[in-house]
């Protein structure tokens, strides 16, 4: 089993607050990722990072953003959260950058309300 | 821009039967990834293809890369109730980021 760690695993909010999803990784890896589901639907990538310092956005837009401070700690944070960020958030992480074999954490699920 | 696309969407299955769920992409893959997301759970990797017209199997599954390496299919045989959940398949894109697939959720009649 993969050491990747999400919390927190369910949150819910009202529209507005500020809000901090954290994932570590014990692995050492240095490619994270985070993905964002709506249930029953594909897997959209919203950030990435090669490492640390390095941040990029993915192929779905999103409001949210992430930092890269360590290595093991990839934090995505909503700054107003919205009823539209209502979603599942997956983070993963990956040791090799080209084949990319994913990690994945075990999901934040945030209804904002 | 690269597309990965899956079918079908779902399948509804009486356990016993065999199940085969199909990947495309619009471009040549250096490799394919195949993961099983059980329901309320995360994606969990399953296997990578990297070769023209690899086969690989694990158990009751068997996975396939097509010969021009666009294409892949996941087939499982005689399905049992563990078996379902959504499987999705992934293709890297430049500079190593994985796009997903739709996913085929497969339900299975005890």
């Known amino acids: 089993e993969a050491d990747i760690y999400q919390t927190p695993r369910y949150l819910v909010i009202g529209t507005g607050k500020k809000i901090t999803l954290e994932c570590s990784q014990t692995m050492g890896h240095d490619k994270m990722y985070w993905y964002q589901q709506d249930p029953g639907m594909e897997l959209h990538l919203i950030h990435y990072?090669?490492?640390?310092?390095?941040?990029e956005k993915g192929d779905l837009s999103s409001e949210s953003t992430v930092s890269r401070i360590r290595t093991e700690h990839f934090p995505l944070t909503l700054e107003s959260a919205r009823p539209s960020h209502t979603s599942q958030y997956l983070c993963?992480?990956?040791?090799?950058?080209?084949?990319?074999?994913?990690?994945f954490g075990e999901g934040s699920r945030l209804t904002v309300l | 821009g690269q597309q990965v696309m899956q079918i079908p969407q779902y399948q509804h299955v009486q356990e016993g039967e065999d199940f085969t769920t199909y990947c495309n992409s619009s471009?040549?893959?250096?490799?394919i990834q195949w993961y099983k997301q059980r329901p309320g759970g995360h994606p969990v990797f399953l296997i990578q293809l990297v070769k023209s017209g690899e086969v690989k199997k694990q158990k009751r599954l068997t996975f396939q890369f097509g010969e021009a390496k666009k294409n892949s299919s996941l087939h499982i045989t005689a399905t049992q109730t563990t078996d379902v959940g959504t499987y999705f398949c992934a293709g890297p894109r430049q500079g190593g980021k994985l796009i997903f697939g739709q996913g085929t959720e497969l339900s299975v009649k005890p």
């Open positions: 990072s090669y490492g640390v310092n390095s941040t």
């Open positions: 471009t040549t893959l250096s490799n």
């Open positions: 993963a992480s990956s040791v090799d950058r080209n084949t990319g074999e994913l990690f």
